[in-house]
C-alpha cells in the first residue's frame, strides 16, 4: 500500500508520539504493535523507562525463512503464517477469487503495512506479562515445531529459564474454522501471574467496486447479566448493524491543527455493556459477503451460559489505526486483547483456547457448524443495506424471499433465472393489492377530470373567500359523490415498499450470486469465453471492458472499468414505466407544475439508471424484470377497466349512488346536520342518507 509522503510523514509523527505516551493508553500492547518492523530494542527501551522493577527477555532464535502454511482437508482454507507474534501473514480461501478470471485467491487477512514501518498482523501474539513486566514476542523468538505449532522461551536477566510459550493452529471439521490454543508452562522455582497480549483481526479488504458505499460492519454476540441470562444459553446478536466507522470514531485536531484519527480507542467493555451488564460471546468483521469471527470454543450441548463467553480468554478490547490521517474507507483497524490475568504455580501450565470461522457470512454454513449455531452466529446474517431504509427491511421479509431464491436455482440451476423467478412471484403476490389500488386511483383520476370545471368556477367565483370557497367545495365533493380517501388509492403501492426493499437487499448481499453468471452462461458459452457479459451477478454487466489506462472512479461509481448496458436498457425500461403508469392528470396544471413534473420525469429516467450504473448486474435484472412487469400489468388491469366500463363516469357515479355514501360522507353528514341543529334547528333528512332510504 502506498501513501503521500506528507501522509507517512504525519504517520511517523505519530508514531514518534505514541512510543513516547503509549503506556498511558494501552500499555504494553501499542509498544509491540509500532514495534513491528522497528529494532526490537527501540521497544525494549521503551520498556525500560516505565518497568524498572525486574528484567525479562524472549530467547532470541535464527530468523525464520519458510514456514510450512496449514491447509484444510477440504482445501477452502489456507493460514500462512509470519514469524511477528507467531501470527499469520495471510489467512486465504482457497474455494473464493478476487475476479471471474479464478486466478487471484481472497485474502481475507492478511499483514499490512504502511510506509511509516508500522504493520499489523492479524492472530499474532504480541507480548506476555509476567507479574506485570512486558516481554516483547513480536521478534524473531519463535521457532516452528511442526506445520502451525510454534514455541518461545522467556528467560530471566541472569539467563534462567522462566516460561515456555506455544501457539497452535489447527483446522477444525467445519468449513473455514480454525482453532488457535495459546500455552503457558512457568519453568521458574517461584509462582507467577501471567497476562497475554495479543492482536485478533484486522480490517477486511476494502471493496474494490464502490457501489453502495462501505459495507463493512462490526457485530457482537453478547450475553446478559448472570441474574438476568438465567439459566438461558441464547446468544444475543446485536441489532445496530454498526458500520465500522463507528468503531473508528471521529476524527480530532492535533496540535497543527489538522484532523485524524485517534490511534487507540476501547472496543470492550464499552459505556454500554457496562451500564447494561452485557458480556461478550464473539466478535466480528464483516463485509458484503465474509466475516471473520473470534468465538469461544464449547460443547454445543453444553447448558452452562458461562461457556458461551469469551472472557476467560479476553478481558479488554481494544481497537488500533495504522494510518490516522487518511480517509475512513483507506485506514486500517486492527483489534488488540488482553487476557485476564492467571497465576501458576512452578511446573503449572495454562492452556486458551479459541475459534476463529472466517468464510462466507451465509446461514447454511454457520448452521452446518454445531458450535457456530449454539452461539446464534446464523443471525448475524442479515440482508440490511441500513440507513433510512433498515427500519422497513425485515428480517422475516428477507429469509423467505433468499429461501425462495434457494429453492428456485435448486430446479432450474442458474440464479439469473432464479432471480426473474422469485420477481415474478413476489409481483403475483401482490398482484390483489396493486390491481385494486390502480383501479381506485384510475377512477379517481377521472371523477376528478369530470369535477374540474366544476373546480375551476368556484375558485373564480370565491376567489376572495376562501372559507367559502372550502365549504362549496366540500358541497360539490359530497353532491358528487367524490370521496376524499380516494386520494389514498396509492397508499397500498407504498406499503409494498418494503417488499421491494427487501427483494434488493436480499440480492445485493446473498453471497450466493458472487461469480456466477446469468443464464446459464450463455454468453460466455457462444464466444468461447471471450465476451464476460453478465459472466458476474455480483457485479457490474462488463459489457465492453475498457482497457487499463481508460479506468477511472466515481465517488457514486467506485471504479469504472467497462461499459455497461443494463443501466441504459433500464433507463428506457423506466420511461416506458412511467409512460403507462402515471395515473389520469387530477386537476389543470400551471405551466409551472407541468414544467416541474416534466423535470421530475427526466430525473427520474435518467438519475436513477445513472446511479445503478455499477450496480450488480444481478439488481439489474431485477430492476429491469419489475419495471417490464409493471408496465405489463398495468396494461392488463387498463384493459380490463376498459372492457367493463369501469373508467366511465357515468357508471361510476351509478355505482357510487348504488352503494350509498361512503364512512366518510356520513361523518360529514352527521357533522353538517349537527351544525345546522345548533344554528337552525331541526332540518329535513338527506334523501341520500342512510337513515332515509331505511325509513323508506
Sequence with gaps: MTYPAESSARSTKASTHLRHHLHHILTFTLTLLIGLGASTATAQDSQADSQPTESYAARPVDAATDWSPLIDDREELEIQFSPLGAGIEGLVLLDEFETVAFEENIQIQHRVMNNAGVSAIPFALLGLEIDGVSVDLSGSVWNETSTGMFEAFIDDAQGSPIARIERRFVMRDARHAFTIEQIVENLSSEQHTFRFINTAMIDMPKAKNGYAGDRRRVRFGTLKSPEQQGSSVQVSVDDKLSNRSKLLGSKVKDANGTKHYETALPVWPSEESIEKGLRLSWIAFSDRYFSVVLHPMLDPMSSTPNHRLIGESIETIDRLVLNTYESAPDTTMVLSTKSPEFTLLPGATKSIINGVYAGPRTKPVFNEDPILAALNLPEMVVYNIGGFCAGCTFDWLTNILIAVLRIFHSIVQDWGVSILLLVVVVRGCLHPITRWSQIRMQRFGVQMQSMAPKQKALREKYKDDPKRMQQEMSKLWREEGISPLGMLGCLPMLLQSPVWIALYATLFFAVELKHEPAFYGVFQNLTGGSWMFLSDLSAADNAIPLPSSMH???????????????????????????????????????????????????????????????????????????????????????????KHGMLEIENIKAEKAKKGPGFLQRMNEAAEARRQLMEKGPQPPNPASRQFREKK
Design 552 to 642: 477511472f472512479s466515481f465517488p457514486l461509481w467506485g471504479t469504472v472499468s467497462s461499459i455497461n448496458i443494463l443501466p441504459l436498457l433500464l433507463g428506457v425500461v423506466f420511461f416506458l414505466h412511467q409512460k403507462y403508469l402515471t395515473p389520469p392528470t387530477q386537476a389543470t396544471l400551471t405551466p409551472e407544475q407541468e414544467s416541474q413534473q416534466k423535470m421530475m420525469k427526466v430525473m427520474m429516467v435518467v438519475m436513477f439508471p445513472i446511479m445503478m450504473y455499477t450496480a450488480p448486474s444481478g439488481l439489474a435484472l431485477y430492476f429491469i424484470t419489475n419495471s417490464t412487469m409493471g408496465i405489463l400489468e398495468n396494461k392488463w388491469i387498463r384493459a380490463h377497466m376498459k
